[in-house]
């Protein structure tokens, strides 16, 4: 059964009427500190020089994954993949996507010394 117009709440009637002291209230509220306390030598702490930390030793061996390996072999000679893919050249279009291994085994083998030849290259000009 269908309602009459008479029983439906009008959209006017939804709306909350606003009052003039909401408008006038203050956007944040204020609270009130009953015994504030002030710690005057954390003032002091902060301008006292600290004791520097020895150095770490340099001797010690760093265990590092292939994959970090791999990075830091990859940020040293500044590779991008255009760059690989410059150096594989015509002889291994996929040279950019090998991994460090392969692109070692690759490079190995006699008939892919135009290969080593411009990786030798780049590196050289990489490493200035």
């Avoid at 902060?46 to 061996?61: I, Y």
């Avoid at 996507?97 to 083998?109: C, G, L, N, S």
């Amino acid at each position: 059964m269908k309602r009459s117009r008479a029983a439906k709440r009008s959209r006017k009637a939804a709306k909350k009427k606003r009052t003039k002291n909401e408008d006038k209230e203050p956007a944040t509220t204020i609270v009130q500190v009953a015994n504030p306390k002030v710690v005057e030598s954390s003032v002091l702490n902060v301008l006292e020089p600290k004791p520097v930390a020895a150095a770490p030793d340099k001797t010690d061996p760093v265990v590092s994954s292939s994959r970090s390996e791999a990075a830091r072999r990859t940020a040293e000679g500044k590779f991008t993949k255009a760059v690989f893919a410059q150096i594989g050249g015509a002889e291994c279009p996929r040279f950019a996507a090998m991994t460090w291994k392969e692109r070692d085994r690759f490079m190995e083998k006699p008939e892919n010394a135009v290969v080593r030849e411009r990786y030798n290259t780049h590196m050289a000009s990489a490493v200035k």
